[in-house]
């Protein structure tokens, strides 16, 4: 059915209805609900109808782009009327009148021309500054989700428990401390693992005794796209799982919606445990505006949808309560109507984003002055960031070879020994410590100076990680800061997502990197993109520890040695800091931290496994891979170089540099002046003092053990080509394999001999 032959339905049985022998507002129609409250429920679903008409009408006309209508769905009002306006919101992309009645609750801006601003993809649109179509408003708590399948469930996990773990702490968190965290997806939506996990974790949570306050809300309307859910699985899949509180409601009746919702909220503040509510809808006008549904949806089946309009089922309960005559909800509806109408007519030709620049403005903010101070402070916060601040920084994009000093950053001392940076000039030099180790030190003295440091992952606590990295954090600071998590990277990622949100700066532990793939688009499509979708005004700040790459001695396979990178590399904004040596990884861990604090940044930070315990460089029991753990400080996008050789410049990073500073020594044996720049940070790519050092020689290999394709070779040898490098370029990667077990794997990883072989007939060619 069309739209037009929908408002002619409404029109029509709303005719057919008489008025009630009294009209009488302020009668209360359910516990806890009065004729006027139901009225502006009315107002707020009758909004969020014309503001799909209009939606439609502006695409149709090739002045909006593509959204998902909210029809049929305006039972979700029930959500706004439950819960506080400071209740943080992570709505379902149908989320349209739940959305219009917070924002006409909070006050200060009309949510008809916020959300026709992101139909048109209009700069002004006041949340994604016309980058995408999204529900999000700082001032009404809602947080903006992409249409990305459930991907936002495990975030709403991570809030709630962040929500009560801050109050527990002390830190400044955005919402109160009995808030409750509201998130709602779609009955196709409840298959997806990424939901599966969210809920079975915050149940899991829940039955160790702490707090999850947390509302799933499943808007059922009986079809995903073109595919039906049966009427009875979401009851059955969710309404008997022990320690979730199961609610059901017609999302058509607003009393019974409204009642159970308000039920639903106050059981989940009063109990701070997690609970579920399925809301029975109807999908009308079918999936989105380009969706054909007769093509696979029998007429019948729609009619009966259509029997269901919330809209026309809200008008009815006026009318026969006693609350309007059919002419008012006739005037009311058409005003609302001419109102939306104006108002799509106004946002028609509003300025879109025209500059790469301004489209990307949100995704890196960049204030290296601010992050070094933050990195050099030896006192703890006066306060703690909150994810709503709104930071007096400008939008343009700075690089951060612009701010840093233009002496080098590291200077070699002969033997791979070098200086990251200053360190605090009062304390004494400590000291030299394996890589592991530096990591654990540096965990610690940032969890004793900042409270707002959550460190948490498989097996993190009690045993301390598998390679020991994080032990004795636990005993040091408490089961609060320090905790294990399920078996799950989605929902330890989620936590982060959350965590960001509530005021900290979680440093969420992936054990392996192979596992990071199970729960990439936590990072790809939540982490990187809320920045992005809200203009900087939600962020999330965070440091992903991952132990990642190959050359493990005596345990291997594909999942304990992965090399591949390339997936991380391409998220826009994303920092991926991979460190060698103990230093490096102490002063770049340091910088993580605080470009999440300041910037709002994303963070991975990629150790090499091989090298957590490694000790000797160049000869047994030499122990010049070990080096003292500072206060230093290494700019993000800043590479180091070892060595001042004027033949070759051999390019690494992770375990191919002590390969490469060998080589370089072998080579300098035979005359050959060799220097090794670390690259340290994969991405930004530290592009000024790459192509410096390139040019110095003329002549560079890169020592790449990530994979042929896809590899960080490839990233480097395009940088130095659009930077304007003339000189020879050559590099040795790993095979385009997985890693295999035993001794097999050196038969597809870059080995020294790779790199030595290369970097002589390099240097020698003519």
């Not at 909210?70 to 149908?94: F, I, Q, W």
């Not at 809808?281 to 309009?309: K, N, Q, W």
């Not at 965990?443 to 097996?459: H, I, T």
Request: glycine fraction near 8%; aromatic fraction near 6%; charged fraction near 20%.
């Amino acid at each position: 059915m069309s739209t037009q032959e929908a408002e002619q339905r409404f029109r029509a049985e709303i005719a057919e209805l008489r008025a009630a022998p009294s009209i009488t507002p302020d009668r209360q129609l359910a516990p806890g609900i009065t004729g006027r409250e139901c009225l502006e429920l009315f107002v707020s679903q009758v909004t969020s109808r014309h503001a799909d008409l209009a939606a439609r009408s502006l695409t149709a006309s090739g002045h909006g782009f593509y959204s998902i209508g909210s029809s049929g769905h305006e039972g979700n009002v029930a959500l706004a009327a439950a819960s506080r306006v400071t209740d943080p919101v992570l709505p379902h992309y149908r989320s349209g009148a739940l959305f219009i009645h917070r924002v006409r609750r909070a006050g200060g801006a009309d949510p008809v021309r916020d959300l026709l601003l992101g139909v048109v993809a209009a700069a002004a649109d006041p949340i994604s500054g016309g980058r995408h179509k999204v529900f999000g408003s700082a001032a009404a708590h809602v947080i903006p989700q992409t249409s990305t399948i459930s991907s936002h469930l495990p975030r709403a996990l991570g809030l709630a428990f962040a929500i009560d773990r801050a109050a527990r702490l002390g830190i400044a968190c955005p919402w109160q401390s009995d808030s409750v965290v509201l998130c709602s997806f779609g009955d196709a939506s409840a298959n997806h693992s990424t939901a599966a996990g969210a809920i079975n974790t915050a149940i899991h949570t829940a039955h160790l005794g702490v707090a999850v306050p947390v509302l799933f809300v499943c808007e059922d309307n009986g079809i995903g796209i073109s595919v039906p859910t049966p009427p009875d699985w979401i009851e059955h899949a969710y309404g008997h799982r022990p320690s979730l509180r199961y609610f059901t409601a017609d999302g058509c009746a607003l009393l019974d919606a409204v009642t159970t919702a308000a039920a639903a909220v106050d059981w989940v503040r009063s109990h701070r445990r997690p609970a579920f509510l399925r809301l029975r809808t109807v999908r009308l006008f079918g999936h989105a505006g380009s969706d054909v549904e007769t093509a696979y949806r029998e007429p019948a089946a729609i009619d009966a949808d259509l029997a269901r309009d919330p809209v026309i089922a809200t008008a009815r309960l006026l009318i026969t309560e006693g609350v309007c005559t059919p002419d008012e909800v006739l005037g009311r509806y058409d005003r609302i109507a001419e109102r939306v109408a104006a108002t799509a007519e106004q946002v028609r030709a509003e300025p879109k984003l025209a500059a790469a620049d301004a489209v990307i403005a949100p995704l890196a903010p960049a204030h290296p002055e601010q992050v070094r101070d933050d990195v050099q402070r030896k006192k703890p916060l006066d306060r703690t960031v909150s994810a709503t601040d709104h930071l007096s920084r400008p939008a343009a994009m700075r690089s951060s070879d612009d701010t840093v000093p233009r002496r080098e950053d590291t200077t070699d001392t002969g033997d791979g020994a070098a200086d990251s940076g200053p360190a605090f000039p009062e304390m004494p030099t400590p000291p030299p410590v394996t890589l592991a180790r530096a990591i654990n030190r540096t965990l610690a003295a940032l969890l004793e100076r900042d409270s707002d440091l959550l460190v948490f992952g498989e097996d993190v606590a009690r045993k301390g990680g598998v390679y020991g990295v994080t032990k004795g954090l636990r005993t040091q600071f408490g089961a609060r800061r320090v905790f294990d998590t399920l078996l799950d990277e989605q929902s330890i990622l989620g936590t982060a997502l959350g965590a960001g949100l509530a005021g900290f700066v979680p440093i969420p532990e992936i054990q392996y990197l192979a596992y990071l793939h199970n729960a990439l688009d936590q990072l790809r499509g939540e982490a990187a993109t809320l920045s992005f979708f809200s203009s900087g005004r939600y962020r999330n700040p965070m440091v992903v520890r991952v132990a990642g790459y190959a050359y493990q001695k005596g345990f291997g396979g594909h999942f304990h040695n992965d090399n591949s990178v390339a997936a991380l590399r391409d998220i826009p904004g994303v920092v991926v800091a991979s460190p060698a040596r103990a230093d490096d990884a102490a002063a770049m861990l340091r910088t993580c931290v605080s470009a999440a604090r300041v910037d709002g940044r994303v963070c991975v930070f990629l150790e090499p496994i091989a090298l957590y315990h490694t000790r000797d460089l160049y000869a047994p029991g030499d122990e010049r891979w070990l080096a003292p753990v500072t206060g230093a400080h290494v700019p993000i996008g800043r590479a180091r170089v070892y060595g001042d050789g004027t033949d070759l410049t051999i390019v690494a990073f992770a375990n191919s540099v002590p390969m490469s500073l060998r080589v370089a020594r072998r080579l300098a044996d035979r005359g050959i002046g060799a220097r090794v720049l670390d690259l340290r940070w994969l991405s930004p790519l530290p592009r000024a003092d790459l192509l410096r050092h390139a040019e110095i020689t003329g002549r560079v290999l890169i020592a790449d053990e990530t994979r042929r394709s896809g590899g960080v070779s490839e990233t480097v040898c395009t940088a130095l080509n659009d930077d304007g490098f003339t000189g020879k370029l050559v590099r040795v990667t790993s095979a385009d394999s997985f890693v295999p077990l035993g001794p097999a794997a050196a038969t597809v990883l870059l080995g020294e001999s790779d790199v030595e072989t290369a970097a002589h007939a390099l240097a020698t060619a003519e």
